[in-house]
């Protein structure tokens, strides 16, 4: 796994897909200076070779949040094949995924998205058909938290049935009610208001070694609760 970064100002002309910003996002103006100067707008980029098959590489930042007041979360993510790569990358041979929780091993949620590819070409960071194109809404991690604390109920039902192999140690999947092509997975006994580290990792989903790189880009909650409490 190469970690780096990708910007506007240094990869807006680079192959073999040029950085463009993701749709709605702009660039902000430095009130500091005396002209209107714009800041740059950067993602992380995730390169990964060799990556065997149903194996993840990842990268991850501990934090200390409560995620219980926010509705959704949501990140932009493009994909594309390296250049002259000799293992044919193709759509939804790799997937994004993003896991938080108290720790990335024991306690923790899920989510994964299979990736579309972005096909070879030069893009305009002012035409919103190319930003779609470079950044699709397949990719875009974009669900409601409220899935999560659903889905270790659903597992805890399960663990007691007759028959049933549901165990806390091992990942309990299922596919999103809201989106089929994603998947969502508990370990452990996890909470929403005890977030201490967000993992982001890239995943072979196909059969045979694989080359790929990722960006990601903003991410974020959203639809903060306001409505009142009462006693």
Same mark, same amino acid.
């Not at 994964?112 to 096909?119: A, Q």
């Given at each position: 796994l190469d970690m780096s970064v990708v910007n506007i100002e240094e990869n807006a002309g680079q192959r073999p897909v040029n950085y463009v910003l993701p749709p709605g996002v702009t660039r902000i103006v430095d009130p500091s200076q005396s002209q209107a100067t714009q800041l740059n707008e950067q993602s992380l980029?995730?390169?990964?070779?060799?990556?065997?098959?149903?194996?993840?590489?990842a990268v991850y930042k501990n934090i200390n949040m409560d995620l219980r007041f926010y509705k959704r979360i949501q990140m932009f993510v493009h994909a594309e094949q390296l250049i002259d790569d000799y293992t044919a990358l193709r759509d939804g041979d790799l997937s994004i995924f993003i896991r938080m929780g108290s720790d990335s091993r024991s306690n923790y949620y +899920?989510?994964?998205?299979?990736?579309? $590819?972005?096909?070879?070409?030069?893009?305009? *960071?002012?035409?919103?058909?190319? =930003?779609?194109?470079?950044?699709?809404? +397949?990719?875009?991690?974009?669900?409601? $938290?409220?899935?999560?604390?659903?889905?270790? *109920?659903?597992?805890?039902?399960? =663990?007691?049935?007759?028959g049933s192999n549901v165990s806390f140690v091992e990942p309990f999947s299922v596919y999103d009610p809201d989106n089929e092509r994603n998947r969502m997975t508990v370990v452990g006994n996890p909470s929403l208001s005890n977030i201490r580290t967000i993992l982001i990792g890239v995943r072979n989903k196909s059969g045979n070694v694989k080359n790929g790189t990722i960006w990601v880009n903003e991410l974020r909650l959203t639809d903060f609760d306001q409505s009142g409490g009462w006693a």
């Open positions: 980029a995730l390169k990964v070779t060799d990556l065997q098959s149903g194996d993840a590489r +899920e989510y994964e998205v299979p990736l579309m $590819l972005t096909p070879e070409g030069h893009y305009s *960071t002012y035409n919103i058909d190319d =930003q779609y194109a470079v950044w699709p809404t +397949e990719n875009m991690i974009d669900f409601a $938290l409220e899935r999560l604390p659903e889905l270790k *109920t659903l597992r805890n039902r399960n =663990q007691g049935k007759e």
